[in-house]
Structures are given as C-alpha cells and as structure tokens.
C-alpha cells in the first residue's frame, strides 16, 4: 500500500492535521497539560478544559508563540499524540507536508521539519508548503493564473497577509496580530469598566460571542462571569457588544492598516486584479460578524470569506496532497527513506 500522508498546520491557538487515509482534518487546541513539570497528563481540547481551572502542580501550555515553537519538547509530544489519534495508534512511515509562514528565519522554517523528524514519527518524506500558498490551495485561487490574490489570515497571534501569483509568494508580510490581542483589549476594557478580572477564555468566549467589525444599531450584550477587584470575589455581570466593539476596534485597526501597506507595496498589475477579485479572508478570526464591512471601509476592497476558515491551510495541504498538478508547492527538505531504517 503506498504511503499515507499528512498536511499539518500548526497554529499557536489550534493544530490542524490532515490525515490522507482517512480524509479527515483533525482540529484541536495546539495545548497541552504537564503533571509535576514531567508527566503529559491532557492534550489537545481536552487540556483546554482544564485551563485555568488546574491546580498548581499541573502546568498548561501552549508549546507555539507568536507562531514560532517556542518549546520544542511539549510540541514534539504533542505532535505525536495528535499523530496517534488521527491514526488510531497505528503510527506508521509516512509523508507530511507542513505548513510555514513566509516572513520567519530559514532557521525558524527548518524547525518546523525539524520538529517533525525528531517527534519519533518516522518521517519518509517532509516537505514545508508556504502558508499563504496553502491558503490559496484550500480556497482554489491564485495558483494556475498569472493574477494577483490578496489572502489575509487572521489567527491567534498571527496574522499573515500575502500577495500570490501562479502558485508563488510575490509579497508577505506576518504581523503579531489576532485573536488573541482581541482576548487582551477584552480583559482590558472590561477591567476598566467593571473592575472586573476575566479569564482568557471567558474572553474569547464573550468575542466569539459579540464581536463584530463595525458598529451595530441593535445593541447585543453577553454575561461574563469574573473577579471583582475590590472585593475579590466572583461577580457576573452584562456586557454589551458596543464595549467589545470599542476593545476591538485598535487591535482590527493595526490589521486594516497592515492591508494597506501591503496593497502600496503590491505591483500594480497585481493590486488591479485584487480590487478586482477582492481580498481573501481566512484563519478562525475571519468569522468576526462584519468583519468584510470593515475592510471594504478602511481598505475600498471587497472581501470574499472563506467558508470553516480556521482550516482553510489544512484544507489547502490536503489538496497539495492529493493533486499531483499542485505537488510543485512544496519543498521537499529532506527526502529521508534511505537514512530511515526500522
Ligand atoms: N466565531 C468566532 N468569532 C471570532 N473569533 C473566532 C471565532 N471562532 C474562532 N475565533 C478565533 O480564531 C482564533 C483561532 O483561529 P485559527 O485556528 O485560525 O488560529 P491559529 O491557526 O491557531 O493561530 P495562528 O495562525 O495565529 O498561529 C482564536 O483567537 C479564536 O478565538
Ligand atoms: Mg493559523
């Protein structure tokens, strides 16, 4: 049987697995909970749980910042459990293509395939895929036309705004924007407010929630449940979504902006078939209610969204996978069946 392969995007909020065999993307919570600073004791959603709710001895983690690894060792684990889930335990030789922002270090990009060589998977083959090509693969734009595609992924902490044509990068740029700067400005304006502490996914929660790209005339609201500062004890209390909204808008603002000046900085001949086309919106943040009436207002561009954008890149990596017209996306870093003896 040949081999089986898979496309991994690993994003600093959520892993995202392609599994060939199988045809399915594995989408779980790039986290992990350490019992006494050794044993792995969660992984995945499941540690996410347990988030601020653990006790002391059990550390809970995200192993990705900024979208760089910043502990090799908890992502190592973590990798090769998620690869022992998405396979029934039945880890075998094989293929992975691994998604990497364009604008990292080639130092930063070869730890990605390094991550992958040395998590005890038994790589036959790794290959790196940009993530702004992925992206264009996962939505089916900019890859066989000499057009100019504008594809925006708003993450957790990164947001990566690339320009594409006939299946290359012309320009990228990766900000530390997203979700989770989102979080912040919420924990923020609410401690302003209410003199109220919430926790980070109490925050996320109330975003998905309320958050939206433009202010709204039918005034929502949500609970949130904290910490009142002066009395120390727990609280709930209404939130509106104008609040969220005015958290939001500095945090969207930085994005919008970065959109521009990569729209300057694009060859014209590019930046006319983008007002054309419109700009891509992919990563978990593109589902922020009016976030397109956002862009099209600071930007003058139309905004196509992509549709479970979260795991447009995954879905990207699957196609690369299994059309062999879009193999040439990636880069084969290291071809190792020979130096892998079982
Ligand atoms: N309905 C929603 N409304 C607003 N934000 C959302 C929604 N659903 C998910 N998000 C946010 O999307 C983010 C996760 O998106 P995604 O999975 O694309 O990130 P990631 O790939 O892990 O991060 P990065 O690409 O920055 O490394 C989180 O911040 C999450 O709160
Ligand atoms: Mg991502």
Known sequence: MANNSFGIDLGTSNIKIYNMAEDSILNQKNMLAVRNKKALFAIGDEAYEMYEKAPANIQISYPLNDGVIANIRNMQSLLYEFIKISTNNNVKPADYYIAVPTDVTEVEKRAFGDLIKNAGLKPKKICTVEKGIADAAGIGVGLNEATGVM?????????????????????????????????????????????????????????????????????????VCGRDVVTGLPIEVEIPSDLIYEALKEPLHTIMDSIKVILERTPPEFARDIIKAGVYVTGGCAQIRNLSDLITKSTGLNVNISENPSESVARGLSRIINNNDYKYLAYNIKDITNSYKK
């Open 151 to 223: 594809i925006v992924n708003i993450g957790a902490e990164t947001t990566e705004i690339s320009v594409i044509s006939l299946g290359g990068v012309v320009i990228s740029k990766l900000i530390k924007a997203g979700g989770v700067k989102f979080d912040e400005a919420i924990q923020n304006i609410i401690r302003r407010n209410y003199n109220l502490i919430i926790g980070d996914k109490t925050a996320a929660n109330i975003k998905h929630e309320l958050a939206s790209g433009i202010k709204e005339e039918n005034d929502l609201s949500g609970m």
